[in-house]
């Protein structure tokens, strides 16, 4: 193996480049200018990490000598590493040229029979790029195969790509997205390729103003999807997925009912759902933190007890799913998840659902909303909620860690690293609160709010507060846990209370509790 320290340019047709190892180029590592038969094979790629970016370890920029139409005809590259430093972060691994101008006039590329397998690329920018715009070249019989993209950037970014290209049987993992692809012509195919951990897109096709899109006849076929954010996807709503759906492998499937793209998480669903949408969730359990801040209905196919939505505690979201706008509904009769909630640090509160802000016509439906050690449900504290129906649901889980509330009343409630109980349900204001026409049916409450410190004494906080002007209450069952002062039910307010029909079960309330 040679070792270059620096470029290498190609100008001559029949070249063959075997076992190198190319390091610390700053432009390009091979500035490839020949036209025909060029192979580069069983080569190291790699530049210094010091954050100076170079254009890509392979540049392919044919010599142009005259205005018109120029073919690249047969390049190979096989079998070689890319490892471009994470702070070089604008490198790209091999980069195809669009177009120049010679004489003041452009000319147009054609690459024809590029053959790139075998390869691992780790590169923060992007692995294989074709620059735009693409009204000056085409991409013919491209064969990207067997190649092993990981711990990088964008994988494929490639556009204007004929029928007889083919993306097959490469890994795509940990990834920020795996391929941004156009082809021109039907009948391209991608195929058994392996996507997991992308956070972005796996397949995203993109839209090109320069020539008609055919990207809904690419076959795409074989391939598995696994923890990825948006499985197969199109700003322009180019493919239909419903042959996808069944001819390829998905670990979990997400849907917004004004598109037909396949997405991997919810949030990412919702941020490509329009107002008005339905987002449907598959069965499965997806640990995210979720923000609906459009009006939308978000269900789950078949109810929670298949379907869970898991908080993940690494971020700063104040709970698993956070409503920030009106008219959302979460859950449905049957349709519901069941959402595990985030737990705070005790100066900071946390929730399973948290509604962030003022809002009108709220409905929670169906749901199984388990609190993790801090609240289930909670609005925010003096920003009027109106017209939400909470219905049917199960308020499960604990309020606070452990087996052992923390405290001895509530003045350590907001210490850091506190475990004083919080509240099952909250909507808060006090007795002037602005919430108004809350209606809480047919829920059951079965989550713990109390019980006996470490010093053997009774701790605990309220089941439900429903601070508002107008309330119903109805058809519920209050089987929580809970001791010392706290009660089953608090209702506070200016204006009319309805309190009816309701079932309470003592059996695991301490001796000073109320019910109401």
């Given at each position: 193996?040679?070792v270059?320290?620096?470029?290498?340019?190609i100008?001559s047709?029949?070249?063959?480049v075997?076992?190198?190892?190319l390091?610390?180029?700053?432009y390009?590592?091979?500035?490839?200018?020949?036209?025909?038969n060029?192979?580069i094979?069983?080569s190291?790629?790699?530049?210094?990490?010091?954050?100076?970016?170079?254009?890509?370890?392979?540049?392919?920029?044919?010599?142009?000598?005259?205005a018109g139409?120029?073919t690249?005809d047969?390049?190979?590259i096989?079998?070689n590493k890319?490892?471009?430093?994470a702070?070089?972060?604008?490198?790209?691994?091999?980069?195809?040229?669009?177009?120049?101008?010679?004489?003041?006039n452009?000319?147009?590329?054609?690459y024809?029979?590029?053959?790139?397998?075998?390869?691992e690329?780790?590169?923060?920018?992007?692995?294989?790029?074709?620059?735009?715009p693409?009204?000056?070249?085409?991409?013919?019989?491209?064969?990207i195969?067997?190649?092993?993209?990981?711990?990088?950037?964008?994988?494929?970014n490639?556009?204007?790509?004929?029928?007889?290209?083919?993306?097959?049987?490469?890994?795509f993992?940990?990834?920020?997205?795996?391929?941004?692809?156009?082809f021109?012509?039907?009948?391209?195919?991608?195929?058994?390729?392996?996507?997991?951990?992308?956070?972005g897109?796996?397949?995203?096709?993109?839209?090109?103003?320069?020539?008609?899109?055919t990207?809904?006849g690419?076959?795409?076929?074989?391939?598995t999807?696994t923890?990825?954010?948006?499985h197969?996807?199109?700003?322009?709503?180019?493919?239909?997925?419903?042959?996808?759906?069944a001819?390829n492998?998905?670990?979990k499937?997400v849907?917004?009912?004004?598109?037909?793209?396949?997405?991997?998480?919810?949030?990412s669903?919702?941020?490509?759902?329009?107002?008005?949408?339905?987002?449907?969730?598959?069965?499965?359990?997806?640990?995210?933190?979720?923000?609906?801040?459009k009006?939308?209905?978000?269900?789950?196919?078949?109810?929670?007890?298949?379907?869970?939505?898991q908080?993940?505690g690494?971020?700063?979201?104040?709970?698993?799913?956070?409503?920030?706008?009106?008219?959302?509904?979460l859950?449905?009769?049957?349709?519901?998840?069941?959402?595990?909630?985030?737990n705070g640090n005790?100066a900071?509160e946390?929730?399973?659902?948290?509604?962030d802000?003022a809002?009108?016509n709220?409905?929670?439906?169906?749901?199984?909303?388990?609190?993790?050690?801090?609240?289930?449900?909670?609005?925010?504290?003096?920003a009027?909620?109106?017209?939400?129906?909470?219905?049917?649901?199960?308020f499960?889980?604990?309020?606070?860690?452990?087996?052992?509330?923390?405290g001895?009343?509530?003045?350590e409630?907001?210490?850091?690293?506190?475990?004083?109980?919080r509240q099952?349900?909250?909507?808060?204001?006090?007795?002037?609160s602005?919430n108004?026409?809350i209606v809480?049916?047919?829920?059951?409450?079965?989550?713990v709010?109390?019980?006996?410190?470490d010093?053997?004494?009774?701790?605990?906080?309220?089941?439900?507060?429903i601070?508002?002007?107008?309330?119903?209450?109805?058809?519920?069952?209050?089987?929580g846990?809970t001791?010392?002062y706290?009660a089953?039910?608090?209702v506070?307010?200016?204006?009319d209370?309805?309190?009816?029909?309701?079932?309470?079960?003592?059996?695991?309330?301490?001796?000073n509790?109320?019910?109401?």
């Amino acid at each position: 193996e040679s070792v270059i320290d620096g470029n290498m340019t190609i100008t001559s047709d029949n070249v063959t480049v075997d076992g190198i190892e190319l390091t610390n180029f700053r432009y390009n590592g091979i500035f490839m200018q020949a036209l025909n038969n060029v192979t580069i094979t069983n080569s190291l790629f790699t530049s210094p990490d010091t954050g100076t970016s170079a254009a890509g370890a392979i540049i392919i920029q044919p010599v142009i000598d005259q205005a018109g139409t120029v073919t690249v005809d047969g390049v190979n590259i096989t079998n070689n590493k890319f490892d471009i430093p994470a702070a070089n972060s604008s490198t790209t691994g091999i980069r195809f040229t669009m177009h120049k101008t010679y004489g003041g006039n452009d000319y147009f590329i054609n690459y024809d029979n590029v053959n790139i397998a075998d390869n691992e690329f780790v590169t923060p920018y992007r692995s294989i790029w074709s620059a735009t715009p693409t009204a000056y070249f085409h991409i013919n019989n491209l064969d990207i195969t067997a190649n092993n993209f990981h711990d990088s950037g964008t994988a494929l970014n490639l556009g204007n790509m004929d029928a007889t290209s083919s993306i097959t049987g490469n890994n795509f993992e940990n990834l920020s997205s795996a391929m941004v692809v156009h082809f021109r012509e039907v009948g391209a195919q991608i195929s058994g390729n392996q996507f997991n951990n992308v956070s972005g897109s796996g397949i995203y096709f993109f839209d090109d103003t320069w020539f008609p899109t055919t990207s809904e006849g690419a076959s795409v076929t074989g391939n598995t999807f696994t923890n990825v954010g948006r499985h197969i996807y199109s700003a322009s709503d180019l493919v239909d997925t419903t042959a996808m759906i069944a001819e390829n492998g998905f670990d979990k499937m997400v849907f917004a009912s004004s598109s037909d793209n396949i997405f991997g998480t919810i949030q990412s669903a919702v941020d490509g759902a329009t107002a008005g949408d339905t987002v449907t969730v598959s069965d499965g359990t997806y640990v995210e933190n979720v923000t609906i801040d459009k009006a939308l209905s978000l269900v789950s196919e078949n109810g929670y007890t298949t379907t869970t939505i898991q908080g993940d505690g690494a971020g700063s979201e104040l709970a698993t799913i956070v409503i920030g706008a009106d008219d959302v509904q979460l859950g449905d009769l049957g349709k519901g998840f069941t959402i595990i909630g985030l737990n705070g640090n005790g100066a900071v509160e946390k929730a399973a659902v948290y509604l962030d802000g003022a809002m009108d016509n709220i409905n929670i439906i169906g749901n199984d909303i388990v609190a993790n050690g801090d609240y289930g449900l909670l609005s925010l504290y003096g920003a009027a909620v109106t017209n939400t129906t909470i219905d049917s649901n199960i308020f499960s889980g604990k309020t606070f860690e452990g087996e052992n509330p923390g405290g001895a009343g509530f003045s350590e409630q907001f210490n850091v690293g506190n475990n004083v109980p919080r509240q099952l349900v909250a909507f808060n204001g006090g007795a002037g609160s602005s919430n108004d026409n809350i209606v809480f049916t047919s829920n059951q409450i079965t989550g713990v709010a109390g019980g006996l410190n470490d010093s053997n004494a009774e701790q605990g906080n309220t089941l439900v507060t429903i601070d508002a002007i107008n309330s119903t209450v109805t058809g519920n069952t209050f089987a929580g846990t809970t001791a010392r002062y706290g009660a089953a039910l608090r209702v506070r307010g200016a204006g009319d209370a309805t309190i009816t029909g309701n079932t309470f079960d003592s059996s695991n309330m301490g001796v000073n509790n109320a019910q109401i």
